[in-house]
């Protein structure tokens, strides 16, 4: 059955659907970057929010400045706004339809429509999911790029710009010449310290073009920061198959985990949803969760990403299933980076650290390898490295954080350990592919990235063990050197 308002009333019995008026919603939020984690993230938590019958004048308007953002706006354009999340737990599938998005903005290269939206005074949030690398940050210096040539242009042409922060800029400007008071912006993307990263990235751009501007929206504007959690795989024929065999007839279908976790600052000087109704922690210890997360999680995805890529695994759970990668994993999380994550509010570490080993264990998800292993070159420095600096730092030994970092080296070398090619999977794949080959014969060739590795790649200690670790891995292979390891 086709998903729309119409068919709603007739979809299977099994599957959730909004239990509140469509018609009755009015967009509070203007959200962009309308992919698979915003729809089952976000949305969701606004979808129940809605269903309790509150905070229905916060429903969400879509939008993007990207070309995948058109289509993504004509997919949900066919179905009334319409998603379809399924829940994959291990053994089970659960679906749900959400109606918490009443439209999608026009995308058009001046975002002139983005711009006239978020200029209207019932807007009170702009949100964001623009991925990791979508912020600008020189990674050299780990802050805000005013060189990128993105950015020169919407300097250059402040009225018109391309990029979704000149978009939000042009819409300040907007209301601070109408007196209507500044909505707040909310990243919800996996940054650390994101919504620092976002003013940065806003305020850095507009001060090119109008410093005044700048202050103003330093001193007015809000930037909450927060942090976010669930797994969510790319849609592809299986996921459109999942939805198929449910009863849905979904362009753009969402599956994921059934976990979920956001965590915020409650910063919100426009108003927001009532959203600790449905789950959302409310904190001003939001770092403190977001390192847990950051480097447990998202480092443990970097840690077993490239022992699986080597070895040809396709699948996440699959490489939790290879006892070698399970205990590698299970090892440098406890014994070098639990002990290097601040105390978390009510959060037992070790406990959390089960809960990601079962997480990533989860067969139905389907995750790839692959995925985890896409843009080292951005994730590395902000899931592996710092946990290497800061382990180095208190005197203390990083064999395993460094044995990963080594693999990833060897990974992008471009071949798994059995010869086979390793197709492109990172936006500086050529060059982490030369310095990799170059890396080869002098190991230290690969600490030589200070985009990546800043000054730890003149750290002596780490050299030498980092040359080791890496000579080892191309002498006797990538399980031998994890077994060393592991002892």
């Known amino acids: 059955m086709k998903l ?10 099994r599957i959730a659907r909004p239990r509140y008026d469509r018609a009755g919603l009015t967009p509070g939020i203007v959200h962009i970057g309308c992919g698979n984690f ?10 129940d929010l809605f269903n309790l019958g509150e905070g229905q004048d916060w429903a969400l308007l879509g939008a993007g400045v990207r070309a995948g953002d058109a289509a993504m706006r004509a997919a949900l354009g066919a179905q009334d706004y319409l998603s379809s999340v399924i829940e994959l737990a291990p053994g089970a599938h659960s679906a749900r339809v959400i109606g918490a998005m009443t439209g999608f903005v026009e995308v058009a290269p001046d975002n002139a429509a983005l711009i006239a939206a978020m200029s209207d005074p019932a807007i009170r949030i702009v949100s964001l999911t623009v991925t990791e690398g979508g912020y600008f940050i020189d990674p050299k210096t780990g802050t805000f790029s005013p060189d990128h040539p993105e950015i020169r242009a919407d300097a250059a042409n402040p009225d018109s710009p391309g990029t979704a ?9 907007a209301r601070r010449a109408a007196g209507i008071a500044p909505f707040t912006v909310m990243c919800c993307d996996n940054v650390p310290h994101n919504g620092h990263v976002t003013r940065d990235a806003v305020t ?15 001193a007015h504007v809000a930037f909450p920061n927060s942090m976010v959690d669930r797994i969510t795989p790319a849609t ?7 939805a198929a065999a449910l009863g849905l007839e979904d362009a753009a279908p969402v599956t994921c985990e059934p976990f979920r976790q956001w965590v915020m600052e409650d910063n919100f000087p426009a108003g927001r949803p009532a959203l600790e109704k449905v789950g959302v922690t409310f904190t001003p210890h939001v770092d403190r969760f977001e390192t847990m997360k950051i480097r447990i999680l998202n480092g443990g995805h970097a840690i077993i990403a490239y022992p ?9 759970h699959e490489a939790m299933a290879d006892a070698q990668i399970r205990a590698f994993l299970d090892k440098v999380l406890s014994t070098e980076v639990l002990p290097i994550v601040p105390p978390v509010p009510g959060q037992d570490l070790n406990d959390y650290k089960a809960l990601i080993i079962e997480r990533f264990s989860n067969p ?3 995750d790839t390898v692959r995925r985890l292993c896409l843009d080292g070159s951005n994730r590395q420095p902000k899931f592996i490295i710092p946990s290497i600096r800061d382990r180095l730092a208190a005197g203390a030994p990083a064999p395993g954080l460094i044995l990963s970092s080594a693999l990833w080296c060897r990974y992008c070398y471009g071949t798994t350990e059995a010869g086979a090619a390793i197709a492109p999977n990172d936006p500086s794949w050529e060059r982490l592919q030369a310095q990799a080959r170059r890396a080869r014969e002098r190991p230290e060739a690969w600490l030589e990235m200070p985009e990546i590795y800043g000054d730890l790649g003149q750290n002596n200690g780490l050299s030498k063990a980092f040359g080791q670790t890496l000579s080892a891995i191309w002498a006797r292979g990538a399980r031998a050197v994890i077994d060393d390891y592991l002892g």
């Open 364 to 366: 139905e998800v389907a």
């Open 204 to 218: 850095g751009l507009c001060r090119l073009s109008d410093p005044g501007l700048a202050d103003w929206i330093t």
């Open 38 to 47: 915003h729809r089952a993230h976000q949305a969701v938590y606004l979808d």
């Open 308 to 316: 699986g890529g080597l070895a040809g695994i396709e699948h996440v």
């Open 165 to 173: 922060f000149g978009a939000i800029i042009a819409a300040l400007k």
């Open 4 to 13: 729309s308002n119409a068919t709603l009333a007739g979809l299977p019995g």
């Open 236 to 242: 592809g024929p299986r996921e459109r198959a999942m």
